[in-house]
């Protein structure tokens, strides 16, 4: 992890670029302090960018969502999937292009927006396909695709997201259906989604800035499509990952700050240092003695699991195995209970 050198990260990047589920909203609850958060990330001057791999919705629908949570947005901050896979499909085929969409309407106004002419899966017109996780696809419609992309026709899949959080429970994602047809078809379709790059350029491209961070609460999507896009990220610590995903976490999953919360934009950063076989930040030390992580002292949460991730991905990238972190809990967690 890097060093901010004593500054907030807000003074640092000019572009903050924000996952949604896990990060700023877990469900339908916003999460705590997120909009005061970035409120205060505004006043600093920093652009403020909302990016999802959904291709479901429209930006309105989910800057509707925000504002509704309390966090100020309008449909200029949000950037999706299917804009980006639009904005591929365009440079591909040019303006007017006609283009056969499996998937929502969201998708449908994306390729509209940018000039397209979306149409039906079984248009023999269609120079491309592209595919966006729709609740309401029929099989029929599957069918026409699979047998298109299989014959050949330029496929673009909004995401390859293999499970979402639903009203009832993690269900699968786009992702399943990419699977299908690729398996059918034997082909791999180019993915506008993160981890992959063009969402965040696409981000980049729509709401400026030229110094971005990539917030996020996954590792395999929001810390690995950042560096794809070759620019810095902030995991924070309000979504799916954990100590056992973090601990077990290869370099390109790791990111360059971390912090409990989105008030992590909004401070400074030390990084961990390794002083005679212990790695310390702040108040806390950490040892690995026998593959388990020994950790002692105290201070600032955030300091813990910089540490504790410090001393993990030494033991991970020399032995080869994780570190052992049962047993292992959190400062706030040993507060609550």
């Not at 060093?3 to 640092?12: A, E, F, Q, T």
């Not at 070759?230 to 601990?247: F, I, M, P, R, W």
């Amino acid at each position: 992890m890097r060093d901010s050198d004593g500054r907030p990260l807000v003074d640092l990047y000019d572009l903050t670029m924000l996952d949604l589920d896990g990060v700023v909203y877990v469900g339908d609850r916003a999460v705590p302090g997120a909009a005061g958060h970035l409120a205060d990330v505004r006043r600093a001057g920093a652009h403020v960018a909302f990016v999802t791999n959904n291709a479901s919705r429209s930006p309105a629908a989910v800057a509707e969502k925000l504002t509704d949570l309390g966090v100020a947005a309008e449909p200029g901050d949000v950037v999706t999937s299917s804009q980006a896979a639009a904005h591929l499909l365009l440079e591909q085929h040019g303006a007017g292009a006609t283009v056969a969409v499996l998937g929502a309407a969201g998708l449908r106004e994306a390729l509209e927006e940018a000039g397209l002419a979306p149409t039906v899966v079984d248009d023999d017109a269609a120079v491309a396909l592209v595919t966006g996780f729709g609740p309401d696809v029929v099989w029929h419609e599957v069918m026409h695709a699979a047998v298109r992309i299989r014959g050949g026709l330029p496929w673009v899949a909004s995401n390859a997201d293999l499970t979402f959080p639903s009203s009832i429970g993690l269900a699968p994602g786009h992702g399943a259906l990419v699977g299908l047809l690729s398996r059918f078809a034997d082909v791999e379709p180019v993915v506008a989604g993160k981890p992959q790059r063009p969402l965040l350029d696409e981000t980049v491209r729509r709401v400026g800035g030229e110094r971005p961070l990539m917030v996020g609460d996954r590792l395999d999507t929001d810390i690995e499509g950042a560096h794809e896009a070759g620019v810095d990220s902030l995991l924070v610590l309000t979504g799916v990952t954990g100590l056992a995903e973090l601990v077990a976490a290869p370099a390109r999953h790791r990111p360059t700050f971390l912090a409990p919360d989105l008030a992590g934009l909004l401070s400074a950063h030390p990084s961990p240092a390794r002083d005679d076989g212990t790695w310390r930040c702040g108040g806390w030390g950490v040892e690995v003695s026998g593959g388990r992580l020994d950790v002692r002292g105290d201070g600032d949460d955030a300091d813990w699991w910089r540490v504790v991730a410090a001393a993990a991905w030494e033991h991970l990238d020399t032995a080869g195995t994780p570190v052992d972190a049962g047993g292992l809990v959190p400062p706030e967690q040993a507060r609550e209970g």
